[in-house]
């Protein structure tokens, strides 16, 4: 635990490669079109327990994870943002089910540490485009869920991308309590 603290508070935070293709403001909603480079991600699936429940819980597995809570023991440093992936539910809410992701630091992209939870698991995502909308706050399930509807009024029927699922990507440790940027992702059909 004192590993994950320290990581988190004292390590540099690298961020995911990207470049920002285009941006546009609709309204009172600005987004952004942004082209992510491909890597290595420790990931964990948290089912049956509500968004803000089980975001946390796959969140704090994967900061242990990279504070040192693998079989090398070493810390690897942080990475920005932890993305979340959701399927919209009824209403207002989202499905019980959530993919919480972070981005293997670079230095270890070719020589990950092993996961000592076995829950966790290592996965390659090719390059991919996203379009991306932030806001500010300590994010719980209700403000995703407002932000991506603003999102979507926004791209209309004019871009095509993957409706049955959007990101939630957080950049801040909890510990922030000020300056906080989180952003809702839709991930843009390749052609």
């Known amino acids: ?12 935070t690298e961020n995911r490669p990207c470049q920002t293709l285009n941006s546009e403001t609709k309204g ?34 994967l900061l242990k994870y990279v504070g040192g809570s693998n079989e090398q023991g070493v810390q690897m440093g942080m990475t920005a943002p932890v993305s979340m992936t959701v399927q919209p539910g009824e209403g207002n809410s989202l499905q ?28 390659h995502q090719d390059d991919f485009t996203v379009y991306s909308t ?6 719980k399930e209700v403000n995703w869920v407002e932000h991506a509807g603003k999102l979507q009024g926004a791209l209309g ?13 957080g950049y801040d440790p909890p510990m922030k309590p000020i300056g906080r940027k989180n952003e809702v ?7």
């Open 185 to 191: 992702w839709f991930l843009k059909k390749e052609e």
């Open 28 to 61: 009172d909603l600005t987004y952004e079109e942004r082209r992510y480079e491909g890597g290595n991600y420790a990931s964990v699936t948290i089912s049956g327990k509500p968004f803000d429940e089980g975001s946390g819980e796959g969140a704090l597995k």
């Open 157 to 169: 029927e004019a871009v095509s991308y993957h409706q049955d699922f959007y990101i939630c990507a």
């Open 96 to 123: 019980p089910k959530v993919e919480v992701q972070i981005r293997i630091p670079s230095k270890f992209q070719d020589n990950i540490p092993k996961p000592t939870d076995e829950s966790i698991t290592i996965k």
């Open 134 to 139: 932030q806001f500010g706050g300590y994010a």
């Open 1 to 12: 635990m004192f590993g994950m603290i320290t990581n988190s508070l004292f390590s540099q």
